[in-house]
């Protein structure tokens, strides 16, 4: 038993004041969870604290809450750890901060509306399976590895940790989002349905679709059964390119291409040449003037000067397209064997077939530190340009 | 008024499957859930669902093996008829999405199972709650035009006509308060179980056995009530489960002393034994001083190879890993018996019709019965889409060939006038509704389990009794309309306290051991004198005992052994 103090952001509609901070002192085992904490103060101190909970076991997808800002589900929170991850975060005896999840309303206390932020995008992706014809009379055949491959975005259980993280989402609220694109794969691969093509064309066209992402991780974080939704997104993705859809509204599909080409040919991003490349495919140096390319670098210059201005484009040098540091020595050559070894590979990370991560032995720490790979690349680039 | 012809009361899978059966004839159907339908604990069945589906497999055998199980209290016309449609069942869910586990040519692959004389459980690795109800949910949303969802609504009471007949429910709006008589050609309760009343149990905060109660309040009548299972593998302290696809993946259970002790109480069948029998095993080597320190056995799945774990049993390693602090693919893990599901429930016929003209039982909620004594694994999910689509059918059935006559206003105004007591009870006017829960179900669990007796049962009645008179006199915090959970708690807890009434009755009457009721005082099986089921109606003295016939049709009562 220990005792904790949980700061909850608190919000009772019906008494006219605003939101507000309190804080519950709770005493329990450090195993037990979050959500058993907030239990505990509404079970003692205060009936009207309200939160969405059930099976208490990460299976139900109810507690869906912010805790020390990090989107999760309560009841698979350890308390102790929490305790120890906002004393790490502010130093000292600091409270648990316990918050409604982000991207949503708040109803009441802990409690969001997901209907207008997550139900209405899960029906916007026609989540229910699309077969040809008559089934059979037994069951579909199809291969073993498919369904197992489904079963990860099958695993979602709709909490919605995923979209209270979602960056994308804060930007563009229309954004189709994590949890709804997940499901959006659990139909397109799987082998029964028979619009697969049709889907991905949807999620594509749609500039709210599947290249709105921007692959930030940050659902992979927030979810609580390895779903991994960024990584469905990234399939979609690829299974759209598969299938030659490339005219989508946000340039997505050029985009992605002009990144693998450059990375395989440079190792780093060429951040001038990417946009080019992106709405302008396949001219080298000089701008193709059609209307859309035209159209999409203007749009993009705002961009570009923030991107200056803030210092993530470092040197005005590497806005002129083509002028970019190679890698040292080798490792571009490197760089290409990774790309052979995906090609004839083809790896998916799914938690179904491979595990966790800890049951991968991490490789030997390279002797090549992060200082000494900046040295060598800035070296590069000095004789390069010179 | 919100009306439909037929209302189904409660969203898991038992619920979901009455909507869409009674949609498929063409009459409106409002389902009703206290929380978003995919939040239904249905999502907690792991291991699987039975059908003998393979070619080498028989529905006698499955049925066999169900009526053994039930320890022959099981009704065999209703076993027979779950039996004989699961392999159909199976592949309509296969053919609206359910992923199901594949075998090498590419169809449908199965797992070993508890109680079970062959490999005939099919599954979605340790997901197959969750991947079915997801997959009927989808169709749900796709069948919006003919299905109406009521997410979030909170049923206090059953609606009767002047007949007597069961024609709406009584409903609290949970996201702002307002109160709503909905009106039904026929009403499906579908509100699962009620492990609630005892902690712990693996069972979810919802499952506070609102059903059965509110049937039992209009005169239904209960069957099997004493019938609780105590599932074999749950999580010490936390009552978390732990899927039987473990054991049914090969995994061990060993006492502190590293014996595999199932041995000794069923050679054949080890591991694989009906619960009931795995779960006295493990209380009796606890009992007895071969238990870990914490009054906890092993199970060991280190023996499972590491990618089948992570292929078939993924949701273990997680739960192993987050509430145990335990890798099970390296070290076997600590597990005990705990409450589990209520075999027991509201007398039905094979059509889901209870004794209340209207109103109809399916899943937990109801006692059709198809588990008598004891459930075998794999056989709840099946239950709940069997009976849930017959129910339906019927129900809808019912719905075009009646004439509607209006439920009585009265319930409506009864409800609202029970509700405003309950939130002017002054603070300090009497026990913290928490605090009467707890001492439930402590009480409960400590009286009424894997081992019971007579001085126990009546102990644990006594204090049911008492508990029920403070619960009138228990106060709330929120006074408010939106999402009054306070308000919501209070009314689950007069739900549980009739179900736990109802156990303690049925537990004390049944003078002998069968099934998931074994008596210390009355250690056998008597066929002579109990071979029948316990019935319970609702007087003004509490609950009336009544006594049915089991249905048997080809299977005498034999000794039962694994």
Known sequence: MAEYTLKVRRYQPESGEAAYWEEFKVDLDPSLSVLDGLLQAKDRDDGSLAVRCSCRAAICGSCGMKVNGQSGLGCKTQIGEAHEAANRRNGGSEPIVVEPMGNMPVIKDLITDMESTHWAKIRRVTPWLLPHGEPPEREYVVEPESMIDITQSMACIQCGACVSSCLSMEADPDFIGPAALAKAYRFVGDPRDAETVERLHDLAHDPHGIYDCTHCFSCIDACPKGVAPMDQIMRLRRRAAEEGIEDDPNNGANHVKAFVKMIEKKGTNDEALLIQESYAPGVKGKLKPTKGAVEGLLKSLPTVLRAIKTGKARSPSKLIPGVHPKLPGGAQDEVKAIYAHAEEHREEFNLYIKGEDEDFVEPEPDEMTDATIEAEAAAAAESEES | ?562
């Not at chain 2, 069972?203 to 509110?214: E, H, K, Q």
């Not at chain 2, 696809?245 to 034994?273: S, T």
């Not at chain 2, 059918?393 to 609202?416: F, M, V, Y």
């Not at chain 2, 056998?524 to 609702?538: C, T, V």
Request: aromatic residues 6%; proline residues 3%; contains cysteine.
């Open chain 2, 1 to 562: 008024m919100p009306k439909h012809d037929v209302l189904v009361i409660g969203a898991g899978l038992a619920g979901q499957r009455a909507a869409l059966a009674a949609a498929e004839q063409g009459v409106s159907v409002g389902i009703l859930s206290k929380v978003h339908p995919v939040r239904s604990h249905s999502n907690a069945a792991q291991g699987g669902i039975n059908a003998a589906l393979n070619p080498g497999d028989s529905w006698e055998s499955h049925a066999f093996d169900t009526i053994k199980g039930s320890d022959y209290l099981g009704d065999q016309d209703a076993v027979e008829i779950m039996a004989r449609e699961a392999p159909e069942e199976i592949l309509h869910m296969e053919h609206l999405g359910v992923t199901f586990h594949r075998n090498e040519e590419g169809k449908l692959g199965t797992r070993a199972f508890g109680g079970a004389s062959a490999a005939r459980t099919y599954y979605v690795a340790d997901i197959t709650g969750q991947a079915i109800m997801h997959v009927l949910y989808e169709q749900l949303m796709k069948h919006s035009d003919q299905v109406a969802r009521y997410e979030e609504w909170f049923c206090t009471a059953l609606a009767l006509d002047e007949e007597g007949e069961c024609r709406g429910v009584v409903t609290r709006n949970i996201a702002d308060g307002s109160m709503e008589l909905f009106e039904a050609k026929a009403v499906i309760l579908a509100c699962g179980g009620n492990g609630q009343v005892w902690k712990p149990t693996t069972n979810a905060l919802i499952c506070t056995g609102d059903g059965i109660a509110m049937a039992y309040r209009v005169g239904a009548k209960l069957m099997d009530m004493e019938m609780i299972q105590y599932h074999p593998t749950t999580l010490a302290g936390k009552g978390f489960l732990i899927t039987e696809g473990a054991r049914g993946e090969g995994a061990h259970l060993l006492n502190a002393k590293g014996e595999r002790f199932m041995e000794r109480y069923a050679p054949n069948k080890m591991e694989l034994a009906s619960r009931d029998v795995v779960s006295r095993a493990e209380q009796t080597e606890i009992n007895e001083g071969r238990g870990f320190p914490d009054g906890t056995v092993a199970l060991d799945i280190t023996v499972v190879p590491k990618k089948r774990v992570h292929e078939a049993l993924r949701e273990i390693v997680l739960v192993g890993r987050d509430f145990a602090g335990v890798d099970i693919t390296r070290e076997p893990i600590h597990i005990k018996p705990g409450n589990h599901y209520t075999m027991g429930g509201v007398k039905t016929d094979v059509e889901g019709r209870t004794d209340v003209p209207g109103l109809y039982a399916a899943g937990e909620t109801a006692c059709v019965s198809v588990h008598g004594g004891n459930r075998l694994g794999a056989n709840s999910l099946l239950d709940t889409l069997i009976f849930g689509r017959r129910s339906g059918a019927d129900a809808a059935a019912r719905a075009k060939r009646i004439e509607g006559s209006r439920p009585s206003r009265e319930a409506l105004e009864a409800e609202q006038a029970q509700i405003d007591a309950i939130a002017a009870r002054e603070k300090g006017s009497g026990r913290r509704v928490s605090e009467i829960k707890l001492e439930l179900g402590t009480t409960m669990d400590a009286k009424v389990a894997v081992f019971r007796d007579e001085a126990g049962i009546a102990e644990a009645l006594e204090t049911v009794r008492r508990l029920k008179q403070e619960a009138e006199s228990a106060y709330i915090d929120d006074k408010g309309q939106i999402f009054n959970q306070d308000l919501l708690a209070a009314i689950e807890l007069g739900y549980m306290l009739d179900n736990a009434e109802c156990t303690c009755v049925a537990a004390l009457e049944r003078k002998e051991s069968r099934g998931a009721q074994y008596r210390t005082d009355f250690p056998e099986r008597n066929d002579e004198e109990w071979l029948k089921h316990i019935d319970l109606q609702l007087t003004d003295d509490g609950p009336e005992i009544s006594y049915s016939e089991v249905t048997i049709t080809q299977w005498e009562p034999q000794e039962r052994t694994y």
